[in-house]
């Protein structure tokens, strides 16, 4: 090993930072976040309210933290929902593929296609339209969609491990194809899965905010960084931080999440680090 | 190839008809009375039973899956239960607006991400690479609605070069909507760009490295010719496939921009026909959504396999 990839020290600085926030927001945020005080109300940022407040005066700095929190949340159960259900259908797919069970590796798939087929912003608007607005049917619509991400992922990870020869040792030791899945192809495909898992987990934000954005997620008087941009667009002509820093927030966060998966792909594959010396010299 | 064609078709019905009934089953479990909801509160209940008979709300759930499944197959969508108009005339409408939209930012983001692909990867490792895949990495982070949010407070409310929403329909003129169109295409376009940039980025870099670059290096070509004589359209592959999801993605994906931008689209539409229960339209649009998803997944799962005879032996792998 020799030095860590600047993407993934910039990208740990970042979400470390937010989830600190995040967990500080548990026990302390600089002012109550459901405090009103609409004397102190559009109050530009300053050394007292860092970003300002809001139309009931509200600390935008506190709202950001407890907002955070929120997506950090429902992301987390959502991508773990993803993860819960499609890593153990993409092994059991692999696994019945080889061994002369397409039938269930076929229809798993297809139903794979049937879900990826819907367009996963409009889907979720829809369930939770229907289901009632709120952080758990938020997060539900999110990990359906997350679902199939991970399955697809796992069995085609999986299938390229099947037909090496530890594993071959291990059929002949007479392990069965789900104690293979679960004692050797799932570690050996782990790096790829928290790859994915980071990718997944700053969608996740993106989708929870454009959720709450259209009113739909974290319901009030819960702050959520995308009802606060809803909330500031129709203030932004006189008091534009509003749109400024939860927006900033969104952004931070999510570059931070990608650029530490970016680093951790680059941590774990070694392949990858070698061809990339290799395609430099040749360069 | 025809067996591999007739196999892929078959999947195909069968994807679209499984969607139908879960989009079906999906608008059934949905709480309110549609009826009742037209009604208003001042509503008696025997005009809500003849609206329900009206719109067939009586029959019974198979009746119904079956009717709305030949209805469609023969173009009619039935009739809007808020705007009583044809589903399918105001399908058309905002498709009129939804589909420019889409294609606008289509090519906004292929113009931009292209150029930056191929810069990038034939500068590989220097400061513009860094650069240019620092901001594309921002950009992938960006939320498209409050981007849409940022463009207004420069472009309309300092600037005053664009309008802050609002459609004037095509009668007023190509230029008029292609000007009321900027801001919300910009706005789906920049994170897609982005997306876009880091794939082509990174098939050129694939591309380079093959035998037949070396070969035409060999035999005198500069990095650059090589490149833009064999490489290019090789690197094109991969971000073919990402354009044609895109395609369907922006077109489902345009729902909060054209809210913010108060056009009429088609995502707009389906966003107020939820809120409002009229959900003859809301399983309508979701269907031809799909219905479009699938078919792009095909048509381009096809073009593979007419270039690339290799993948008609189906996933083997």
Same mark, same amino acid.
């Given at each position: 090993m020799s030095r860590l990839p600047l993407s993934f020290i910039v990208g740990s600085v970042l979400t470390f930072i937010f989830v600190f926030a995040a967990v500080l927001s548990f026990f302390w945020?600089?002012?109550? $976040?459901?405090?009103?005080d609409i004397a102190g109300?559009?109050? $530009?940022?300053?050394?007292?309210h860092l970003f300002g407040t809001d139309h009931f005066g509200r600390d935008i700095f506190s709202m950001i933290m407890v907002g955070a929190r929120n997506a950090i949340a429902v992301s987390l159960v959502a991508v773990g929902i993803g993860m819960a259900i499609g890593v153990p259908l993409g092994l059991w797919a692999a696994a019945t593929k080889m061994n002369k069970g397409h039938i269930i590796d076929e229809m798993l798939m297809r139903g794979n296609d049937l879900i990826f087929a819907f367009p996963s912003l409009l889907m979720a608007i829809m369930i939770t339209a229907v289901f009632g607005p709120g952080a758990i049917n938020a997060i539900i619509a999110i990990g359906i969609f997350n679902i199939p991400v991970f399955a697809r992922m796992t069995r085609g990870a999986a299938l390229g491990l099947w037909s090496r020869e530890y594993i071959m040792a291990a059929r002949v030791c007479g392990k069965g194809s789900m104690r293979i899945s679960y004692e050797h192809i799932l570690p050996n495909i782990l790096n790829l899965l928290i790859v994915q898992a980071t990718i997944q987990f700053s969608i996740a934000i993106i989708a929870e905010a454009s959720l709450s954005y259209v009113g739909l997620g974290t319901q009030p008087p819960n702050p959520s960084l995308g009802r606060m941009l809803n909330e500031a667009q129709t203030m932004?002509?006189?008091?534009p931080w509003l749109a400024y820093f939860p927006g900033g927030a969104i952004v931070t966060m999510v570059l931070g999440l990608n650029l530490m998966g970016d680093g951790i792909r680059d941590l774990l594959d070694p392949k990858l680090r070698k061809r990339r010396k290799e395609s430099d010299v040749a360069a | 190839m025809l067996s591999y064609f007739l196999k892929r078709v078959l999947s195909l019905i069968i994807t679209l008809f499984t969607a139908t009934i879960v989009i079906f089953l999906m608008i059934e479990v949905v709480p309110g009375d549609p009826a009742a909801f037209m009604m208003?509160?001042?509503?008696s209940t025997e005009a809500a039973d003849a609206l329900r008979a009206e719109l067939g709300l009586n029959m019974s759930a198979w009746d119904r899956y079956f009717n709305w499944l030949t209805g469609m197959m023969s173009g009619d969508f039935g009739l809007s239960?808020?705007?009583?108009?044809?589903v399918s005339e105001l399908i058309i409408d905002r498709t009129l607006v939804s589909v420019p939209l889409t294609v606008y930012a289509l090519i906004l983001s292929t113009i931009i991400a292209i150029p930056v692909g191929v810069i990038s990867a034939s500068r590989r490792g220097t400061a513009v690479d860094t650069s240019l895949m620092g901001v594309a990495q921002v950009g992938v982070a960006i939320p498209n609605f409050w981007f849409a949010i940022l463009l207004v407070l420069l472009f309309s409310t300092t600037l005053r070069w664009f309008s802050a929403g609002g459609f004037p329909g095509w009668e007023a003129g190509f230029i008029e909507c292609v000007k009321a169109l900027t801001l919300p295409a910009i706005s789906l376009a920049l994170p897609q760009a982005a997306i876009l940039s880091r794939v082509m980025r990174s098939s050129v870099l694939e591309v380079m490295n093959e035998d037949y670059i070396r070969t035409a290096r060999a035999k005198g070509l500069s990095k650059r010719q090589a490149l833009m004589r064999h490489g290019l359209r090789n690197a094109m592959i991969p971000v073919l496939t990402i354009l044609g999801l895109q395609f369907s993605f922006l077109l489902a994906g345009g729902i909060i921009i054209e809210s913010i931008f108060s056009l009429p689209g088609l995502g707009r539409l389906v966003f107020q026909s939820i809120a409002q229960r009229d959900l003859i339209v809301v399983k309508s649009i979701v269907t031809m959504l799909v219905f479009a998803v699938v078919m792009i997944t095909f048509m381009v799962d096809m073009a593979y396999a007419v270039v690339d005879p290799r993948l008609r032996e189906g996933d083997k792998s």
């Open positions: 945020t600089p002012y109550d $976040v459901t405090l009103l109300k559009f109050q $530009v940022p300053s050394m007292a932004i002509f006189f008091a | 208003g509160l001042s509503g239960y808020t705007y009583r108009v044809p």
